[in-house]
């Protein structure tokens, strides 16, 4: 009798993990996709549409965002390393404590808030998705079968729906940009970032799990990267993939690589803004010194700060406001019409001041540099921890060039799930052989 109670209890304890496993992969798979598609693919771009943070403007992604954030953080709570999650959380919420105080003097600070709070919640998520996943390999088996799906979806617009899913010249707005392929994102740039991440992605797919399979999502990505017209970030894919390889052995010189490359491009994005002489150097290189009109909405930014250089002008609250149009650049200057910085690093004034732009360097620079170092010492998961990097300084370059940073868009989610997984890497301990336990990716 004794014997089969204990036959019964094991077989019991395994009915519990599987089940366990089952809903942690559910829920991984839900958190992905609801980040990457979203509740409205497929936007019609006849009229102009708000570009405002993707999925925070309406009561029904308002509520499915709460929903998966709940089961997100109940999932955790049985999770054997939820302790990882406070710890990856901790520094996060001085920098939401700072936001939130901020945004109170905002011209409207309940919007401020909840903007802030969403901010919140998909920095839970994007935490919490890595804790989901048992080992390395589930985790690329659960992105790969994700990535399929997604890029299926890209696809399928373009041939089934071309007016939804391609750029028109009857687009109320950028009609410059007809036929160039946007899938189900609302603008080609932000499917172009999001098929340099899967091409990062099929590159660890194809390390760890399965060989045709991270080809296949690597292809796929390729081919509809090309058609985006996205030359920023086609350019910027084989860079970051050199730039990583450099950037794993340059030892005790990482910060000053990273620090010193994000500076300097920085510095000569903003002179190209406001400086005639910077402009002139540029353009004889053949670079255009608007860097696509870029330049005018930065003079407004630049202004705008200025103005406010210690707590900006609350989250969110400066583009669409009387804020704008306030100062000297924004006299006679259609960039006024703006629905962000195009500069990471300029929003994150316009939203806190210097202040909050110190701490954001803090937590997205200086930290995962030495995260990176202490990873590559542990030798854990490498595969893992180069999908990391990789995705990490695409994002960091990326937001020199766009407002990817404290937003609901992909850029945003697939920053955060890099900079946490470094931070995983380089701290969590591996699961034992034959563990069932969930300890993250």
């Known amino acids: 009798m004794s014997s089969e109670r204990y036959i019964s209890n094991n077989n019991s304890d395994r009915t519990q993990v599987a089940f366990g496993s089952l809903a942690s992969s559910a829920l991984f798979v839900v958190v992905i996709l609801y980040f990457w598609i979203g509740l409205s693919p497929f936007p019609s771009l006849?009229?102009?549409?708000?570009?405002?943070?993707?999925?925070?403007?309406?009561?029904?992604?308002?509520?499915?965002?709460?929903?998966?954030?709940?089961?997100?953080?109940?999932?955790?709570?049985?999770?054997?390393?939820?302790?990882?999650?406070?710890?990856?959380?901790?520094?996060l919420l001085v920098i939401f404590l700072w936001l939130a105080l901020t945004g109170l003097a905002a011209?409207?600070?309940?919007?401020?808030?909840?903007?802030?709070?969403?901010?919140?919640?998909?920095?839970?998520?994007?935490?919490?998705?890595?804790?989901?996943?048992?080992?390395?390999?589930?985790?690329?088996?659960?992105?790969?079968?994700?990535?399929?799906?997604?890029?299926?979806?890209?696809y399928l617009g373009v041939f089934a729906l071309p007016q939804r899913a391609i750029h028109q010249a009857s687009d109320a707005v950028e009609v410059g940009l007809a036929g160039?392929?946007?899938?189900?994102?609302?603008?080609?740039?932000?499917?172009?970032?999001?098929?340099?991440?899967?091409?990062?992605?099929?590159?660890?797919?194809?390390?760890?799990?399965?060989?045709?399979?991270?080809?296949?999502?690597?292809?796929?990505?390729?081919?509809?990267?090309?058609?985006?017209?996205?030359?920023?970030a086609a350019a910027m894919m084989p860079a970051i993939l050199v730039?990583?390889?450099?950037?794993?052995?340059?030892?005790?010189?990482?910060?000053?690589?990273?620090?010193?490359?994000?500076?300097?491009?920085?510095?000569?994005?903003?002179?190209?803004?406001?400086?005639?002489?910077?402009?002139?150097?540029?353009?004889?290189?053949g670079v255009d010194p608007t860097f696509t009109d870029r330049a005018a909405i930065w003079r407004i930014a630049l202004s705008a700060i200025s103005n406010s250089p210690v707590t900006g002008y609350g989250f969110q609250s400066f583009w669409g406001t009387g804020a704008v149009y306030g100062g000297e650049a924004a006299m006679s200057n259609w960039a006024v019409m703006a629905a962000s910085a195009h500069n990471g690093y300029l929003e994150l004034l316009l939203h806190g001041g210097w202040p909050l732009l110190a701490l954001m360097l803090l937590w997205?620079?200086?930290?995962?540099?030495?995260?990176?170092?202490?990873?590559?010492?542990?030798?854990?998961?490498?595969?893992?921890?180069?999908?990391?990097?990789?995705?990490?300084?695409?994002?960091?370059?990326?937001?020199?060039?766009?407002?990817?940073?404290?937003?609901?868009?992909?850029?945003?989610?697939?920053?955060?799930v890099a900079l946490f997984g470094l931070r995983l890497q380089a701290y969590a301990d591996p699961i034992p052989p034959h563990s069932t336990q969930p300890t993250g990716a």
């Open 243 to 285: 730039a990583a390889w450099f950037f794993e052995r340059a030892g005790p010189f990482r910060l000053l690589v990273v620090g010193g490359a994000l500076g300097l491009m920085n510095y000569i994005l903003m002179s190209a803004a406001v400086s005639r002489s910077m402009q002139v150097l540029l353009k004889s290189y």
């Open 46 to 91: 006849a009229e102009r549409a708000g570009s405002l943070p993707a999925n925070s403007s309406n009561t029904l992604n308002q509520f499915v965002m709460m929903i998966i954030s709940l089961s997100v953080i109940a999932m955790l709570a049985f999770n054997p390393a939820v302790h990882l999650a406070v710890k990856l959380l901790g520094f």
């Open 107 to 154: 011209p409207d600070p309940l919007f401020a808030l909840r903007r802030l709070a969403y901010a919140l919640l998909t920095c839970v998520c994007a935490c919490g998705v890595l804790l989901l996943p048992r080992t390395g390999m589930h985790f690329a088996k659960l992105m790969g079968g994700c990535l399929l799906l997604v890029l299926a979806l890209c």
């Open 180 to 232: 160039d392929w946007r899938g189900y994102f609302l603008h080609k740039n932000t499917a172009a970032a999001a098929m340099v991440y899967c091409v990062f992605l099929g590159l660890f797919i194809r390390a760890r799990h399965s060989s045709g399979l991270g080809l296949l999502i690597i292809a796929l990505a390729a081919v509809f990267l090309w058609n985006t017209g996205g030359k920023t």
């Open 364 to 416: 997205m620079v200086i930290l995962p540099c030495r995260h990176v170092g202490i990873a590559i010492k542990r030798k854990t998961e490498p595969a893992l921890t180069r999908l990391f990097i990789r995705c990490w300084l695409f994002s960091m370059f990326l937001g020199c060039l766009e407002s990817a940073f404290l937003s609901g868009e992909q850029m945003w989610f697939m920053m955060l």
